[in-house]
């Protein structure tokens, strides 16, 4: 791994020489190894999103020279997140997903689950480790006033009635990431509401995904207002968060700035992780090249473009959580399979990395030098 400079070391050092008469040193934080490079063994992934289009989604051959050019950057795992719709924030049904019958995946023209199983073959192939991560989508979450974190029925028959199809859901993609050999399975991404209002009904599916699918399992919380409210994390392999944390920096912050700006944040997280005993990885975390992105980082639009802000974000997150043997790694939003045609089909590439100053000093973190 490269070598750190003093002055990052000097960063973490805790009782410093000082005067005979001063208060004894603070204890040193605890869950923080002696070493300061990515040590081995943590998801180092990316959200690798669908190209809605065939031959440039799941399973083409641009996704494969993609992954191809993520392995040199030094990424070792990929997110895939294959997603079903549903009419609105209070519908009782995901499309194609009822309650009753076979589940039908067909919906989306441009992604079968052929190439979802084919997407998982060329990532395993590639020696990355992949994670399966279904979302939910709805035509009311455009204009920002809904989104997944807010889906809810309006009635104890409506709750029923969605749960049966989302079930189906989660348990058909299950059970493809495990005949495609996937590692990793994510049992729902941000449904703030459901785990609130519904945490048995969670414990009960983590145990009907266990049946179908052999690796590992996790859950991708929201970073604001559950992740800490989750009641079922112990029969859970990992603990995910979405962990865009804003940052109280101003636009020109240096690294160091941003370091001292996720304090508050790294006590809550090293406060509930001691609770749940889990490891914890960043299912999804990114910054676009905008001036300031890290004080709304889930935003995405706004700002002027600026390259280094992108990248002093992701070295002030490796230079905090690198120290804490409880951080199993992240998945960075995002990445394409067709990077070329990001914009024409509507997913804007203001978070990419790729070709920016934020694709260097990945590669500085994550590519072994030792």
Known sequence: MRAWGTAALAFFLVGAACPAEAAPAAPAPVNVIATLPLRDGLHLGVNHAHIHQRGHGYGSDTSAREMDVLRKVGINAV??????????????????????????????????????????????????????????WSRDFWNGGEWQGTIRQETAEGH??????????????????????????????????????????????????????????????????????????????????????????????????????????????????????????????????AKGTWRKPWEDKGGAFDEAAQAHAYE????????????GGFYLWKTFTDPARTSRWGDGDGFSFRNRAAERLLQRWLIPTR
């Open 79 to 136: 997110a895939l997140t294959p997603f079903a719709y549903q009419d609105g924030a209070t519908a009782t049904q995901l499309a194609g997903y009822p309650p009753h019958g076979p589940p039908n995946d067909t919906l989306d023209a441009s992604l079968r689950g052929a190439d979802l199983t084919a997407e998982i073959q060329l990532a395993r192939a590639r020696g990355l480790i992949v994670m399966v991560k279904p979302h939910l």
């Open 160 to 289: 029923a009635r969605w749960w049966k199809s989302f079930r189906a859901f989660i348990l058909h993609y299950a059970a493809l990431s495990q005949a495609a050999g996937a590692q990793w399975y994510c049992i729902g991404t941000e449904l703030r509401v459901m785990t609130t209002r519904h945490p048995e009904e969670w414990r009960v599916l983590v145990a009907d995904v266990r049946k179908v699918f052999q690796g590992k399992v996790t859950y991708a919380a929201h970073w604001d207002g559950e992740f800490e409210t989750i009641t079922f994390w112990d029969v859970l392999d990992a603990a995910g968060v979405n962990a865009y944390f804003p940052l109280a920096a101003a636009d020109d912050a240096s690294p160091a700035a941003l370091q001292a700006a996720w304090e508050p944040h790294v006590r809550r997280l090293n406060d509930w992780q001691a609770r749940i005993q889990r490891p914890v990885i960043f299912t999804e975390v990114g910054y676009r090249t």
């Open 316 to 327: 002030a997150m490796f230079t905090v959580f690198a120290p804490r043997t409880w951080w």
